[in-house]
């Protein structure tokens, strides 16, 4: 097997076990061992390895001494206040790169999101994710300062699995795209508020489904009807206000 394949592997395994993860689907505590999984997908230990790897550096599970991996104890709580402080901080990008970045930076950008609308004509989502992430890198780094891009970055990074563990449909990734032009008018036009809003609108709607999803994860491993309605009416109200769902948490 070559790195690359062994590489594109793991990282498919990567995405499996943390869509699970979130899903409830595999419960917190659960031991995950190397050859088990090996053998559930048909692989070598080697990408099983460098994906769980993966999961523990995004605190998808834990290290054990003894044990290996498990998967880790994480609550909506813990994930509402990340969501909350990427929210902020992502409008505050937003904010000063309308104000800061110049003319070649702001072209830039705008090249991401035309780049962006003609993979989603063409249905190409894992191309739009990539566009996705270079469109936030692109407005964290028109900050002009590495301390807060960087923070913002390891953020991102650390929600990255929240943010992919939802069901890619098109009307999905097309609300995105209106909701970049959105961010993307507003730096253009160096209107700070306003892309400031439309930033933390974007985040918001994306928090808001990240933590329906791990409130029905939550009680589904409980393994209550009631939790799961109580959840599900909780969902409901969340999804009617998604401009608190910065301030969601918790609930």
């Not at 003894?66 to 937003?94: K, Y």
Request: hydrophobic share 40%; with cysteine.
């Amino acid at each position: 097997m070559s790195e690359h394949t062994a590489t594109t592997t793991a990282n498919r395994i990567y995405q499996l076990l943390a869509d699970e993860i979130i899903r409830g689907l595999r419960p917190s505590g659960q031991k995950l061992e190397e050859q088990i999984l090996a053998d559930e997908f048909e692989v070598s230990r080697t990408p099983v390895r460098e994906a769980l790897r993966d999961l523990a550096a995004r605190g998808l599970v834990e290290g054990q001494p003894r044990r290996g991996f498990v998967v880790a104890r994480i609550g909506p709580d813990e994930v509402a206040q990340l969501l909350d402080a990427e929210c902020e901080m992502e409008g505050l990008c937003a904010r000063l790169s309308a104000l800061r970045m110049g003319a070649i930076e702001k072209s830039e950008l705008r090249q991401i999101h035309e780049q962006s609308e003609a993979v989603v004509r063409g249905g190409d989502l894992v191309g739009y994710w990539q566009l996705n992430t270079l469109f936030h890198e692109a407005i964290c780094n028109g900050v002009r300062n590495r301390a807060m891009a960087r923070m913002v970055s390891q953020l991102r990074e650390r929600l990255s699995a929240y943010r992919r563990a939802q069901d890619d449909d098109a009307d999905r990734f097309t609300r995105s795209l209106a909701e970049h032009a959105a961010i993307l008018d507003a730096i253009l036009a160096s209107d700070a508020d306003r892309a400031y809003e439309a930033m933390r609108q974007h985040n918001a709607r994306l928090s808001v489904n990240v933590l329906r999803r791990m409130r029905l994860a939550v009680a589904r491993e409980a393994g209550g009807t009631a939790g799961e309605t109580a959840a599900s009416a909780t969902a409901a109200r969340d999804a009617q206000q998604p401009e608190q769902a910065g301030t969601l948490l918790p609930v």
